[in-house]
């Protein structure tokens, strides 16, 4: 698996991308230095045009150098060449997916210590998803809000990769990296933005700030 790095998370739902297209906020932010991208597409979107949309993201993402997640579908992992895959507490069981996608990455989402503690005793996973940190509603049944609390139990007892995630936004980022998160998810805080870009750029200036 590649190393699993530190500083910007971006997930692609294009509901959520400001009225631009999924491809062409994928391209921004990979252009800006988003080091991982997740497709996340839950919607009536027939597979067939998803499957086009991963190709794309997959070249873009190659040609950039960034790793390239999709969100909870296999079979669109697969099919794409995707570096790995990303699923829930109430998706196929870790080992099941494992068996099917070999020595791809696997990220689960994770919200409390048990859960924690279990996909790293299990030694399954590559990295977990810790939160919602702070109240979000990206998801239509999102999970309540973890708060920092398990972001601190998951830094000093986990020793797995994880991103921080949910309800992340430039106003309080700074608060993830003072209690430890050096990879940190954010959804709409990037993708509508009013100027992508600059929006990158600012988070990127307060990551570097605490050498990330």
Same mark, same amino acid.
């Given at each position: 698996?590649?190393?699993?790095?530190?500083g910007?998370?971006?997930?692609?739902?294009?509901?959520?991308?400001?009225?631009?297209?999924? !491809?062409?906020?994928?391209?921004?932010?990979?252009?800006? %230095?988003?080091?991982?991208?997740?497709?996340?597409?839950?919607?009536?979107? =027939?597979?067939k !045009?998803?499957y086009?949309?991963?190709?794309?993201?997959?070249?873009?993402?190659?040609?950039? #150098?960034?790793i390239?997640?999709?969100?909870?579908?296999?079979?669109?992992?697969?099919?794409?060449d995707?570096?790995g895959? /990303?699923? #829930?507490?109430?998706d196929?069981?870790?080992?099941?997916?494992?068996?099917?996608? #070999?020595?791809? !990455?696997?990220?689960?989402?994770? /919200?409390?210590?048990?859960q @924690?503690?279990?996909?790293?005793?299990?030694?399954?996973?590559?990295?977990? %998803?810790v #939160?919602p940190?702070?109240?979000?509603?990206?998801?239509?049944?999102?999970? %309540?809000?973890?708060?920092?609390?398990?972001?601190?139990?998951?830094?000093?007892?986990?020793?797995? =990769?994880?991103?921080?995630?949910? %309800?992340?936004?430039?106003?309080?980022?700074?608060?993830?990296?003072?209690?430890?998160?050096?990879?940190?998810?954010?959804?709409?805080?990037?993708?509508? @933005?009013?100027?992508?870009?600059?929006? !990158?750029?600012?988070?990127?200036?307060?990551?570097?700030?605490?050498?990330?």
């Amino acid at each position: 698996m590649p190393n699993f790095p530190n500083g910007l998370y971006g997930i692609l739902t294009e509901k959520l991308c400001g009225g631009r297209s999924i !491809i062409e906020t994928a391209r921004i932010m990979a252009e800006e %230095g988003v080091a991982i991208i997740q497709y996340r597409e839950k919607e009536d979107k =027939p597979k067939k !045009i998803q499957y086009e949309e991963c190709l794309e993201i997959r070249k873009i993402t190659r040609e950039y #150098g960034e790793i390239f997640i999709v969100n909870d579908s296999l079979d669109l992992a697969l099919a794409c060449d995707a570096d790995g895959v /990303h699923i #829930g507490q109430d998706d196929l069981p870790p080992a099941v997916v494992r068996s099917l996608v #070999g020595s791809r !990455i696997i990220g689960l989402s994770t /919200h409390s210590p048990e859960q @924690a503690q279990k996909a790293y005793q299990d030694g399954i996973v590559d990295y977990i %998803g810790v #939160g919602p940190l702070f109240p979000t509603q990206t998801k239509i049944h999102p999970e %309540g809000p973890v708060g920092l609390t398990y972001l601190d139990y998951v830094v000093n007892n986990i020793p797995l =990769p994880f991103v921080a995630i949910g %309800g992340i936004k430039e106003h309080n980022i700074e608060s993830v990296l003072q209690h430890g998160a050096k990879t940190i998810c954010l959804v709409t805080e990037i993708t509508q @933005a009013e100027n992508i870009r600059e929006k !990158i750029t600012r988070l990127r200036e307060i990551l570097r700030r605490y050498g990330i």
